[in-house]
Nanobody, 124 residues
Framework: QVHVVESGGALVQAGDSLRLSCAASGRTYSTYGLGWFRQAPGKEREFVASIGWSRSSTYYSESLKGRFTISMANAKNTVYLQMNSLKPEDTAVYYC?????????????????WGRGTQVTVSS
């Protein structure tokens, strides 16, 4: 079994920055591809950013590129999502997910393991 746990969600004001953390752990696999997705109320889940199994590839949602940055922590299979210049429309539950495929992916279909999500609320 693989466990994915997010943390760092909070209520912030527009223009603030916030960093989310995600840790994936499990006995079977040593390295996972990791991604962030988000789901706002009444909307479908959308891709935010991901980092591939080899750690050499990162993908971003085009609409968020430049404000959001995904990076690896020193701890294995732990990833950050740095979010700057937050806007009210960034309000959502942010999910971290992991997969064991040998390529980077923007598609939630490729992710096998999901966290429960962390709430980010941006007030205007």
């Amino acid at each position: 079994q693989v466990h994915v746990v997010e943390s760092g969600g909070a209520l912030v004001q527009a223009g603030d920055s916030l960093r989310l953390s995600c840790a994936a752990s499990g006995r079977t696999y040593s390295t996972y591809g990791l991604g962030w997705f988000r789901q706002a109320p009444g909307k479908e889940r959308e891709f935010v950013a991901s980092i591939g199994w080899s750690r050499s590839s990162t993908y971003y949602s085009e609409s968020l590129k430049g404000r959001f940055t995904i990076s690896m922590a020193n701890a294995k299979n732990t990833v950050y999502l740095q979010m700057n210049s937050l806007k009210p429309e960034d309000t959502a539950v942010y999910y971290c997910a992991a997969h064991i495929r040998k390529y980077n992916s923007r598609s939630d279909y490729d992710y096998n393991y999901w966290g429960r999500g962390t709430q980010v609320t941006v007030s205007s």
